[in-house]
């Protein structure tokens, strides 16, 4: 069955940067597009980036574009997603997703979900 298994998050301060890994199996995993969603407390589901299924193609919210970063290893079935110059609003719950409908902001379009990784930035 399919898996994403997301790593990588934790506690870090205004400034520092984090890079999220997401292990997929159970599926082509190039044959997906991915992408990194997050979720802060008390907020919904929000869209950071997508990268299409041979990383040709990127997209980034308008809060990442600049400091964050998605890329694939199609050989070792990994997402990543390097952030820089994390904020205090960058904290969440990040989520990895693979779709099969192209590279998409929408998370309608996305078949498989991880379980997540906190990242928490401390001011």
Same mark, same amino acid.
């Given at each position: 069955?399919?898996?994403?298994?997301?790593?990588?998050?934790?506690?870090?301060?205004?400034?520092?940067?984090?890079?999220?890994?997401?292990?997929?199996?159970?599926?082509?995993?190039?044959?997906?597009?991915?992408?990194?969603? /997050?979720?802060?407390?008390?907020?919904? /589901?929000?869209?950071?980036?997508?990268?299409?299924?041979?990383?040709?193609?990127?997209?980034?919210?308008?809060?990442?574009?600049?400091?964050?970063?998605?890329?694939?290893?199609?050989?070792?079935?990994?997402?990543?997603?390097?952030?820089?110059?994390?904020?205090?609003?960058?904290?969440?719950?990040?989520?990895?997703?693979?779709?099969?409908?192209?590279?998409?902001?929408?998370?309608?379009?996305?078949?498989?979900?991880?379980?997540?990784?906190?990242?928490?930035?401390?001011?």
């Amino acid at each position: 069955q399919a898996q994403l298994v997301e790593s990588g998050g934790g506690l870090v301060q205004a400034g520092d940067s984090l890079r999220l890994s997401c292990a997929a199996s159970g599926f082509t995993f190039s044959s997906a597009a991915m992408g990194w969603f /997050r979720q802060a407390p008390g907020k919904e /589901r929000e869209f950071v980036a997508t990268i299409s299924r041979i990383g040709s193609g990127t997209y980034y919210a308008d809060s990442a574009k600049g400091r964050f970063t998605i890329s694939r290893d199609n050989a070792k079935n990994t997402v990543y997603l390097q952030m820089n110059s994390l904020k205090p609003e960058d904290t969440g719950v990040y989520y990895c997703a693979a779709g099969f409908s192209g590279a998409t902001i929408w998370y309608g379009n996305y078949k498989y979900w991880g379980k997540g990784t906190q990242v928490t930035v401390s001011s």
